[in-house]
């Protein structure tokens, strides 16, 4: 590994933060703003974009002042299993529901390491399942079917 004088890891994370805070300000210019005591539809995405862009400034700043360990090669495993529990889920909620979308999807992201045995990852799962089950159906009351149709 070559040190670099450039933290190229907080440098790019920064600019990714500056550009969606970006899009988000370009996106919302012609919500009405308001002000704190009277809020319009674009005060909240403002607020969160002008944060997230003074973030992304700290972390190009800190980037560009503080020398680091070059960027690692991607990992495809991680990537392919995340990218694809989100697709799974995405696929499965409606027509699966909830219950067992939510199962499906933790198994699928498990694939991500090389450490992730199924024994542990199915009670977390099931876990995570009744967790979201009871939160998103029993506490905020959303019309998502919990069980296949």
Not at 16 to 33: E, H
Not at 118 to 130: T, V, Y
Not at 132 to 148: C, E, G, N, Q, S
Request: hydrophobic share 60%.
């Amino acid at each position: 590994m070559t040190r670099s004088r450039i933290d190229w890891q907080d440098l790019l994370f920064g600019l990714f933060l500056a550009a969606v805070a970006a899009g988000t300000l370009v996106a919302t210019r012609k919500l009405v703003v308001g002000h704190a005591a009277d809020m319009g539809p674009g005060y909240m995405p403002r607020v969160v974009a002008l944060g997230l862009l003074a973030f992304g400034l700290f972390f190009c700043v800190r980037g560009v002042r503080r020398a680091a360990v070059a960027i690692d090669a991607v990992q495809l495993r991680p990537l392919l299993a995340v990218l694809g529990a989100v697709g799974v889920f995405a696929l499965t909620a409606e027509r699966l529901g909830l219950a067992v979308a939510s199962v499906v999807t933790v198994i699928v992201a498990s694939f991500a390491t090389r450490e992730g045995r199924l024994r542990e990852s199915l009670p977390f799962a099931l876990a995570l399942s009744a967790a979201a089950v009871l939160l998103f159906i029993k506490v905020l009351a959303l019309p998502v079917p919990v069980w296949p149709r």
